[in-house]
């Protein structure tokens, strides 16, 4: 029995059109999965597409704004028309925005309303609450699913900074075990996947200077996590595969599957 054969699945994948989200697609495709690249962006889903077809898999590029219910509907069910259920749902999208952070020496408590409220809506609310009501919704009625939010190594243990970021990555996290305790009997599983630091559009500046080097605090990171390196996109292929296949995890939902080089391993 291959444990981590994708034939006859269908993947969702929001954030598909990313570095991160981008890997996981290509990985749920390499394993047999039929994958909709969900984004904004129909020019780099149409490039993702085109990647994954060209490695022979099969792919679909659907735009979808994961903060309004009326698009993801319609994206969900253009999926289904197209290529059955929805089998597989990766919550992938999100970020953060620098009126929710707190800058070396700034007050916590100066900090808008209108940065903390962005950032949860892009991380908790658009990012993975409407997603797993609408997409989950078929799959509860289907009794089959399997369930990945992105939550981050920030979701246990918050970095210095990214306060709202940290906490709306924490209740992704919770949202997830609330949601796996909730549908725990009704064929659909739902687990997290927390990525440790890999570089992507939104977090290189902070991390990489422009000729490859680090910058201070992208070295501090480095000195502190165990294998001395940052994350590539491709290592979090297997800790998708593996959620996503209900021959493989079957008995697992609820967990946080932290992928961070050993990050999260290190107390002082």
């Known amino acids: 029995m291959n444990l981590f054969n994708l034939s006859g699945e269908v993947a969702a994948v929001f954030g598909g059109t990313g570095v991160l989200g981008g ?11 039929t994958v909709a690249v969900l984004g904004r962006s129909a020019e780099r889903g149409g490039e993702r597409v085109k990647a994954i077809e060209a490695a022979g898999g ?3 590029f659907v735009q979808a704004d994961a903060m309004s219910p009326q698009s993801l509907t319609a994206a969900r069910d253009t999926i289904i028309s197209k290529f059955g259920n929805v089998t597989i749902l990766i919550n992938g999208a999100g970020g953060n925005k620098p009126e929710g952070t707190v800058a070396p020496g700034g007050d916590f408590c100066k ?10 809506d892009l991380n908790l609310v658009g990012g993975t609450l409407l997603p797993c009501q609408i997409f989950g919704a078929k799959m509860v009625e289907a009794k089959k699913g399997s369930i990945i939010n992105i939550a981050s190594m920030s979701s246990v243990i918050p970095l210095s900074r990214v306060v709202a970021y940290s906490a709306s990555k924490a209740a992704v996290l919770n949202l997830t075990m609330w949601l796996a305790r ?6 659909v599983r739902v687990n997290a996947i927390s990525p440790g630091f890999f570089p992507a559009e939104q ?3 902070m991390l990489m200077n422009d000729d490859g080097t680090y910058t201070a605090r ?14 590539r996109a491709e290592e979090l292929a297997g800790a998708v ?3 996503a296949s209900q021959k493989a995890s079957g008995f697992v939902t609820g967990q946080n599957i932290v992928v961070d080089g050993g990050f999260s391993s290190v107390t002082i």
């Not at 890997?23 to 999965?33: I, K, N, Q, R, T």
């Not at 900090?111 to 949860?120: K, R």
């Not at 909730?182 to 064929?187: D, I, M, P, S």
């Not at 992208?218 to 994350?231: E, K, L, N, S, Y």
Request: glycine share 16%; hydrophobic share 55%.
């Open 203 to 205: 977090n290189r500046r």
């Open 58 to 60: 099969k792919a679909l």
């Open 241 to 243: 595969v593996w959620l």
């Open 111 to 120: 900090m808008g309303l209108e940065g903390w409220n962005a950032v949860f």
């Open 182 to 187: 909730e549908w725990a009997t009704t064929g």
């Open 218 to 231: 992208g070295q501090a990171i480095v000195g502190h996590t165990p294998m001395g390196r940052f994350g």
């Open 23 to 33: 890997a996981m697609a290509d990985a749920l495709a390499a394993a047999g999965a």
